[in-house]
T-cell receptor, first 112, second 114 residues
Framework: DQQVKQNSPSLRVQEGRISILNCDYT??????FLWYKKYPAEGPTFLIS?????DKNEDGRFTVFLNKSAKHLSLHIVPSQPGDSAVYFC???????????FGDGTTLTVKP | NAGVTQTPKFQVLKTGQSMTLQCAQD?????MSWYRQDPGMGLRLIHY???????DQGEVPNGYNVSRSTTEDFPLRLLSAAPSQTSVYFC?????????????FGPGTRLTVL
C-alpha cells in the first residue's frame, strides 16, 4: 500500500502562470513533509518543507500548503519559470523515524 | 566541499556478478542511506546507517549488503546481481536522522543488469 501518492505523473504550465503539484498521504504518523526537485542525471535536491504544526510555509516563489484533515499537501510555484522544469517528489517522515517515504514524482514542464 | 559523491556513474553487470557501489560524504554527517529509483517510481529505501558501525534495513533490502566502518563512507554491495536490480541508485546523507534534517543526495549510479 503506497503511503505517499502523487496522482499526476505530469503537469504542463505556461511560463509566468502558477504551477500546483499535489500529494496525498495515508499514514497518520507522518508529521513532517518535504518537496524535492530533480533534474535529469542529477540527484534530488531539497526544495521546501513543512511541519504538521503549520498549514503553510513560504520560500520565495515556492509555497507548500498542508491540510492535515484531508491528509493532503500541495506545492505552489508562482510565477513558474522554464528553469522549474524538473521532476518534483513529495516525501513524508515521522518524528520518531527519520526515514523518508517518497511519492512517485510529478514531471513539471514550464513552456516559454 | 564535495558533498555526496558516488562512483561509478554507470555500470553494466551480468546476472550473478557482484559489485560495490561507492558513496562518500565530506560533511561529517551521521546519517547515510541508499535508495533505488525505478522508472516512473519514487525513491525506495534499501539500507541506512545512523552512525559508524550501525546499519539497518530499509524497505527493499534483499540482495544488498552495507557496512559503515567510517563516518565518511557507506558502500552498497550487490551480492549476486539480478535483472530486477536494474535501477538508478542514490546515496544520501544528513547531519542526523531527525525528521527536520535535510538530506543531501549524490548524483546517482545507473546500473543495468543483463
Amino acid at each position: 500500500d503506497q503511503q505517499v501518492k502523487q496522482n499526476s505523473p505530469s503537469l504542463r504550465v505556461q511560463e509566468g502562470r502558477i504551477s500546483i503539484l499535489n500529494c496525498d498521504y495515508t499514514n497518520s504518523m507522518f508529521d513532517y513533509f518535504l518537496w524535492y526537485k530533480k533534474y535529469p542525471a542529477e540527484g534530488p535536491t531539497f526544495l521546501i518543507s513543512i511541519s504538521s504544526i503549520k498549514d503553510k510555509n513560504e520560500d520565495g516563489r515556492f509555497t507548500v500548503f498542508l491540510n492535515k484533515s484531508a491528509k493532503h499537501l500541495s506545492l505552489h510555484i508562482v510565477p513558474s519559470q522554464p528553469g522549474d522544469s524538473a521532476v518534483y517528489f513529495c516525501a513524508a517522515r515521522s518524528t520518531n523515524a527519520g526515514k523518508s517515504t517518497f511519492g512517485d514524482g510529478t514531471t513539471l514542464t514550464v513552456k516559454p | 566541499n564535495a558533498g555526496v559523491t558516488q562512483t561509478p556513474k554507470f555500470q553494466v553487470l551480468k546476472t550473478g556478478q557482484s559489485m560495490t557501489l561507492q558513496c562518500a560524504q565530506d560533511m561529517n554527517h551521521e546519517y547515510m542511506s541508499w535508495y533505488r529509483q525505478d522508472p516512473g517510481m519514487g525513491l525506495r529505501l534499501i539500507h541506512y546507517s545512523v552512525g559508524a558501525g550501525i546499519t539497518d534495513q530499509g524497505e527493499v533490502p534483499n540482495g544488498y549488503n552495507v557496512s559503515r566502518s567510517t563516518t565518511e563512507d557507506f558502500p552498497l554491495r550487490l551480492l549476486s546481481a539480478a535483472p530486477s536490480q536494474t535501477s538508478v541508485y542514490f546515496c544520501a546523507s544528513s547531519y542526523r536522522a531527525g525528521a527536520t534534517d535535510t538530506q543531501y543526495f549524490g548524483p546517482g549510479t545507473r546500473l543495468t543488469v543483463l
